[in-house]
């Protein structure tokens, strides 16, 4: 099992996580050598669903490459972004982390897509490590998507468990943008990736204390979001988006759940409380139905203690991970030279 094991020269803390062993490896002899020795710098797009965990995984993937990353250098905007940028040092990494505002698209990431494209001298020149977290690569800036990022990490879960993860190296993911723009699709029967691995929920930059501020900063970052004026492209976006959800709705009479779902299959990240808002302006009332989900999410929501679970859960637990284990060491047998090139 591979371990990241990294000391913070200030504090001399030791973080340790899980890291997957292949793609340590390729991080190891691919990613780090190029943007020490190769004056090369190093764009990843990491993207998945709404709770999938991207931005933990951007976490521990750029502690990783840059042992000094810290928390001036993880930002939520695109001035935050530019003025890291500039002041960053040759071989750091910074992570631009739009996925939370779940505002997903292409006009509410404009933005950040200029800001990508008009910094990419500057990231060259000084061989950062550029992690930009998204809900879907589809959303960004083409030339950014296609030319400028060496590789896509596809974040997901499976049968109800976060914690995955596919990697679209160079050639892969150009495939993917090209076949799978028009539906925003990630199933295209030309583009499969046989890199694929698991991580899990740890922290990457330090103690609870810095978990606390980091999760504070995200927070302070959606509220100054959610006041920040839209254009009247987005505005127009906004209120159409959700009058066809509305409609949808009504026609189809479906749960917000269902529709969250619907929804999710093409990469619109709202959740069904979100969805039960935006309804609720048109006039639009909860069912009974509608209530039973809510109860059971907010029941979902509950974590118990590993140490309350019964024997057997525990059990099946630790055979599903043996069992995806087995998966993926098979996947890499199949095609064993596909990495970040």
Known sequence: ???????????????????????????????????????????????????????????????????????????????????????????????????????SSR??????????????????????????????????????????????????????RRGYFKLYNYRLKKLLILLGAKTMSYNSKYVKSNFRGRFYGKFALGDERLEKKYRKMKEEALANSEKTSMSSAQVRYKEQRDLILYLLRKNTKLTYQELANLIADYDIMLSFQQIAKICAKFGDVASTKDKINDENGKKKGKKKDKSDLPKEIEEKDENIDKLDKELIESDEKEEDTEDFE
């Open 1 to 103: 099992m591979g371990t990241a094991k990294i000391t913070e020269e200030k504090t001399g803390n030791v973080i340790e996580y899980y890291i997957d062993d292949r793609l340590k490896n390729s991080l190891d002899k691919k990613v780090i050598p190029s943007l020490h020795e190769k004056d090369k710098d190093f764009v990843v797009c990491l993207d998945g669903r709404e709770g999938s965990g991207k931005s933990t995984f951007a976490l521990q993937l750029g502690k990783y490459i840059d042992k000094t990353l810290n928390l001036s250098r993880i930002v939520f905007t695109p001035d935050a972004f530019r003025e890291a940028v500039l002041n960053a040092k040759k071989g750091q990494c910074i992570i631009y982390d739009e996925a939370f505002t779940g505002f």
């Open 107 to 160: 006009a509410s990431l404009s933005p950040i897509n200029k800001v990508l494209v008009s910094l990419a001298m500057q990231m060259r020149q000084k061989n950062l490590c550029i992690i930009v977290v998204l809900p879907t690569i589809f959303l960004l800036d083409r030339y950014m998507a296609i030319f400028r990022t060496r590789a896509l990490i596809h974040v997901f879960e499976l049968h109800g």
